[in-house]
């Protein structure tokens, strides 16, 4: 199947400073790009759609200049945790949809601490 | 917005008894995805069903979308300890965009 790449897998920052998150289809072209959240024991929340070359379009209550997403091309997705906050801390994923299919497919998380 | 409500939220068995995990809507579906996550991974697909009264079969796991399209279930026959992790049901919109139910925890007892 399809493969989605996330990097970084984990990391650690300090609150107050920003986090980059990549998001990759390594072999296919990804037409649409979904962020989502993850906290503890609850399921996952959308947080933003990305389409390739406009603007993400963001699930109310998330605030688009905290959590700044660029879709610069078909493989590549980012998403910026701008100032993060403690209570940013948590599970990030992607996920990538082709075209051709119907099916999401999801990178492996990323999970934000900070501290 | 379309909703799915699953239940139930955890799900204890022996290793060997059956699982079953439901989702309902109250409005008619155009289909419904169900996925895994691993503890500490990312949500898998396991399938899609479109099809009125549609059943499907994969070893020992059966989904079947209900007849008037506002429900489904996931049903695993003898649990392994590799059966472990949260079961998710979603509906697809005409966005792509995924509408999660809340997931059933399967715990095996040890």
């Known amino acids: 199947g399809a493969v989605v790449s996330q990097h970084p897998s984990w990391v650690i920052c300090k609150s107050g400073t920003s986090v980059k998150i990549e998001c990759r289809s390594l072999d296919f072209q990804a037409t649409t790009m979904f962020w989502y959240r993850q906290f503890p024991k609850q399921s996952l929340m959308l947080m933003a759609t990305s389409n390739e070359g406009s603007k993400a379009t963001y699930e109310q209550g998330v605030e688009k200049d905290k959590f700044l997403i660029n879709h610069a091309s078909l493989t590549l997705s980012t998403l910026t945790v701008t100032s993060a906050h403690p209570e940013d801390s948590s599970f990030y994923i992607c996920?990538?949809?082709?075209?051709?299919?119907?099916?999401?497919?999801f990178g492996p998380g990323t999970r934000l601490t900070v501290t | 917005g379309q909703q799915v409500m699953q239940i139930p939220q955890y799900q204890h068995v022996q290793e060997g008894e059956d699982f079953t995990t439901y989702c309902n809507s109250s409005t008619t579906l155009s289909n419904i995805q169900w996925y895994k996550q691993r503890p500490g991974g990312h949500p898998v697909f396991l399938i899609q069903l479109v099809k009125s009264g549609e059943v499907k079969k994969q070893k020992r796991l059966t989904f079947q979308f209900g007849e008037a399209k506002k429900n489904s279930s996931l049903h695993i026959t003898a649990t392994q300890t590799t059966d472990v992790g949260t079961y998710f049901c979603a509906v697809q919109d005409s966005n792509y965009q995924l509408i999660w139910g809340a997931g059933t925890k399967l715990i095996i007892k040890p």
């Open positions: 996920s990538a949809h082709s075209s051709s299919s119907y099916e999401q497919y």
